[in-house]
């Protein structure tokens, strides 16, 4: 008796606006589960008190996944000033409060310091790992983890309003590694008078747009539709942010054996990243050297 199979060879993206109280791996199965998929990645962990865009890659797709890992990302937040709490969210117990409230002008100058290239100390409920184990896993058994800072990369960040004296409301956008709830907590103290997000929402992520989303809701009728096309983004769509390098149909066939092939690379920098395109399609994803593409990793499409 053969081998049953998982789910169906389901190949693209589907960019989906996760509700508040669902963590990232719980929205990926339940839209694994709405498109009978038999495999599916994300591109990047939203935390269960953030809303927004989480695009999940299907089959074939979950190969470009670290080709979007460095994109920047855009997001709009909420900060409560007066109040700072173990979590850096609403969700965590109050530490330290502030009678301080800061003026709108008061926080536009201080925003300078947080963008361009800067250090920033992951909050202490992270994923980040110390010493093999996760900061948040070591933050509820009572041990305070020694995270160091590390390099980030905030091209914007600005107020957007502050409806009143207790809360703020800003859009950023950043890089890999960053932590919107360690920008709330650091702005916090350099205007003396704490802070945490009560409300995060990411609006994109690279070529992946809150406009494009569906709603979570909106799996449920995917599945008894069976209407998955009519949803799913290309798999190309996840090479958007590396060159495309064009290739014949034998030099496909040459890629998928793992053969490095010239193509048509002219344009090409020499150890960059690129994607061989065969009339539009992925085939490979690679590294040009020497004046050849070399494959890394084959897409069978």
Known sequence: MGRRTRGAAVNGWLVLDKPLGVSSAQAVAKA????????????????????????????????????????????????????????????????????????AARIEAALPRFTGDILQTPPAFSAVKVDGARAYK??????????????????????????????????MV???????????RDLG????????????????????????????????????????????????????DIPALAVTARDAADLRQGRAVAGAGGDLSEGCDAW?????APVAIGVWRAGLFHPRRVLNL
Request: with cysteine; hydrophobic share 45%.
């Open 32 to 103: 694994r589960w709405a498109l009978r998929a038999a495999k599916a990645g994300h591109s990047g962990t939203l935390d269960p008190q953030a809303t927004g865009v989480l695009a999940v890659a299907f089959g074939e797709a979950t190969k470009t996944i670290p080709c979007i890992e460095d994109v920047l990302k855009g997001y709009r937040f909420t900060v409560r000033w007066g109040a700072a709490t173990a979590t850096d969210d609403g969700e965590g117990e109050v530490i330290a409060t502030s009678d301080a409230r800061p003026a």
């Open 138 to 171: 070591l933050a509820r058994a009572g041990e305070a983890p020694a995270l160091a800072a590390r390099p980030l990369h905030v091209a914007r960040l600005a107020l957007i309003e502050t409806p009143d004296a207790d809360h703020a409301t800003f859009e």
């Open 276 to 280: 061989a395109s065969l009339d539009g």
């Open 174 to 184: 950043c890089g890999k590694g960053g932590y919107v709830r360690a920008i709330a």
């Open 189 to 240: 103290a350099a205007l003396g008078c704490f802070g945490h997000v009560c409300a995060l929402r990411r609006l994109w992520t690279g070529p992946f747009r809150i406009g494009d989303a569906i709603a979570f809701d909106k799996l449920d009728e995917i599945r008894h539709s069976g209407a998955i096309e009519a949803h799913l983004a290309p798999v190309s769509t996840g090479l958007d």
